[in-house]
């Protein structure tokens, strides 16, 4: 199929020249959104020109059967900045109603499982689908055909309308990740499910949890009937989960403290796994070996060849540890840990690591693998692994997560057998590295001095002898040695992540650097909106969007609007207030804007401005950067 890439109109107030991603760009101002904008691209999206689909006071959200989660879902989104009550029902629709169309033959041909289509024009917005996970995604679409203001949580003064358009879309590959290491430091529940929210309005369809790791063990196990090496498991989070990367093997301080210490229960990686299910997104968890598996060491003694526990680490240090290969109780350990797991996680795969095993030795290194891949069979799953585990083979359906190498021998090897591959190159993929060498956190290992959003943009996951049937996607690995918390591990991500996941979706040939900047010049405004942090590229043409509702007062003063500025800089702002008087007016941001946080909103104020006498005033607002300028218009009536 030709793919389409089409747009009728574009409206703006001021458009700008695209600069080269490199170089940098210049903030334009309040830019409609519409399919010029998605992200990511979707495979056809054509701009019909019809009047827009208006979202309204009456509107409802059609969903029947099955595509009732989904309505739920949507609704949740859209109340809180829209005000409207939004009913998810099974009436008939009605003009201005949002549609979920579940049924057979309803996605692209050849794409159910998760393909869509989107019509937007002015009787309803109408997303069909053969699954509810291919009506999800297309709720990701229609969110931003909507105004970037539909993402705050609190009700916005504004015109909630979306582009007539005509979208049909699938994905490029089946599994699009991104990877959380909550071992070197902890993210709460609730941070991880924040987390998972944000990324999929990007389709990102994949949560892969880093559990355990050297420097700490982050899930509970609960002590088996059957133990007969009475290990003792609890010491895995009374003891195991104490640890983090705190400092570098030479003392210097990682991250800006000390690492974050927690574990999750069973229960709280339940609630995570369901948090996820209920936004289509499978949970892969890893517990890694031989190497990488200190912590356990530290916890449990038995499982270390003289008995004695291990000192726990708080380096970023790695490759000086191994599980024994030839000792029962290593396997009894491991049955009981993966069989707790592998219960807790509906998803298929289970990682077992397999990476930086440096000290195991390769033949023992090759009995561990022999050894834990039945037990993974038994559990009814498919194993996961880092590239090195390539070296044994592999049953039909492993995974196996390239994330370095000078050669993919071994991968091809297994591919030859049936194995597929996750590609994570650790160059253009690992979001924990450095921006440049400012950036305050991150390391600079993988990428050195140039990581911005077009270095994880610009490269190909099918190469070096493998076909596209035999990648399944690809996974952005978020390492947390110096990340400390939720803001932290957004900064590091955003926009690195969209890159990636537009990897993971749109077909190669349709994937072009300088429309990607484009596209992403209004994601700022949608991410500030949202509570969401990121780094502010310099590459990218930000947009400022405004909000300014409609004034009822013969006196205006106090906050009048506020508006997005990805920009470290004050703005100015100049309001005309209709009656042929002009001010500057004060600006202050809602949120403190830092080196590890974007500007969040910022609010407009006026002193006291009494309008000579009644009637109805149209008011414009400027908002000037120094690169920069948006305007937005307002009434204000202005009674006795």
Known sequence: MRRTWRTVVVAAVALVAMPAAAAPATPVASVEPGVQRLLPRPVEAVATGRAPFALGEDSHIVARGAARQVGDYLGDLLRPATGYRLPVTARSPRRGDIVLDLGPGKAPAGHAAEGYRLVTDERSATISADTPAGLFLGVQTLRQLLPAWA???????????????????????????????????????????????????????????????????????????????GLDYDALTRVGSLGGA????????????????????????????????????????????????????????????????????????????????????????????????????????????????????????????????????????????????????????????????STLADVLKQVSRGAKVVMSPAGTTYIDQKYDPSSPIGLSWACRNACDFDRYY????????????????????????????????????????VSIAEVGWTPQADRNLPDFTARLSSLGSRLTIAGVNFRPSPAVPWTTDITAPTQHTRTLRGEVARFTAPSATTPLATLTYGDGTTADVPVTPTTPAGPLAAPGLWKVTTPDHRYPRPGTYKATLTITTPTGVATTHFTIHAHH
């Open 458 to 497: 610009d490269w190909q996951p099918v190469r070096d002898g493998l076909t596209e049937s035999d990648v399944i996607g690809v996974t952005a690995p978020l390492w947390s040695e110096t990340v400390r918390g939720l803001a932290q591990a957004q900064w590091l991500s955003y926009p690195r992540l």
């Open 151 to 229: 993402e705050s949580r609190t009700r916005v003064s504004a015109v909630w309308q979306a582009q007539a358009a005509r979208i049909s879309d699938y994905p490029r590959f089946a599994y699009r990740g991104v990877m959380l290491d909550v071992a070197r430091s902890y993210l709460t529940v609730a941070e991880i499910k924040r987390y998972i929210d944000t990324a999929v309005l990007f389709k990102v369809n994949t949560l892969h949890l880093h559990l355990t790791d050297d420097q700490a063990w982050r899930i509970a196990v609960t002590p088996p009937r059957d133990n007969p090496s």
């Open 246 to 405: 705190d400092i570098y093997a030479n003392g210097n301080p990682l991250g800006t403290g000390p690492a974050i210490r927690g574990y999750y229960t069973q229960r709280d990686y339940a609630e995570v796994v369901a948090h996820a299910k209920a936004r289509f997104v499978t949970v892969v968890p890893e517990i890694d070996g031989p190497g990488h598996t200190n912590a356990a060491l530290a916890s449990i003694p038995k499982l270390n060849p003289d008995g004695v526990a291990k000192p726990m680490n708080t380096t970023a240090d790695v490759g000086y540890s191994t599980l024994d290969a030839n000792s029962p109780v290593t396997y009894e350990f491991l049955r009981t840990v993966f069989s707790q797991i592998a219960a807790l996680t509906p998803g298929p795969y289970l990682h077992i690591g397999g990476d930086e095993a440096l000290v195991t030795g390769h033949d023992n290194y090759l009995t561990y693998l022999r050894r834990l891949l039945p037990e993974v069979a038994r559990l009814g799953k498919l194993p996961m692994g880092w590239n090195e585990y390539a070296a044994v083979d592999l049953p039909p359906g492993a995974v196996i997560q390239f994330w370095r190498g």
